[in-house]
Nanobody, 123 residues
Framework: VQLQASGGGLVQTGGSLRLSCADS????????MGWFRQTPGKEREFVAA????????YYTNSVKGRFSISRDNAKNTVYLQMNSLKPEDTAVYYC?????????????????WGQGTQVTVSS
């Protein structure tokens, strides 16, 4: 089963986007969910993670204070609200589920990778 991220697009520096990621075929609330991003030639980078209940959140330093991860277990959906976007946030964004029930920055601990959604921030 693959998770499908959506909501990307082209935005100017300082703008906002809200990404969504839906999963209809797993016990969604059991999983820590993560958002990652990737640019050509680089390794997939951890952005944020959230616990199954949504009570604990984790962020990479570069997005703290600008991005917010949340989830709606009734809708089997996780969100990434991105504010004050910068050109360096440009990437393909992916969501995935952690296989070990923890918030980890290691992309190989996650499963369910879909195609991702492109976010482009113009300067």
């Amino acid at each position: 089963v693959q998770l499908q991220a959506s909501g990307g697009g082209l935005v100017q520096t300082g703008g906002s986007l809200r990404l969504s990621c839906a999963d209809s075929k797993r016990t969604f609330s059991r999983y820590f969910m993560g958002w990652f991003r990737q640019t050509p030639g680089k390794e997939r980078e951890f952005v944020a993670a959230i616990s199954g209940t949504g009570t604990a959140t984790y962020y990479t330093n570069s997005v703290k204070g600008r991005f917010s991860i949340s989830r709606d277990n009734a809708k089997n959906t996780v969100y990434l609200q991105m504010n004050s976007l910068k050109p360096e946030d440009t990437a393909v964004y992916y969501c995935a589920a952690n296989q070990y029930s923890r918030a980890s920055p290691r992309y190989y601990e996650y499963t369910g990778w879909g195609q991702g959604t492109q976010v482009t921030v113009s300067s």
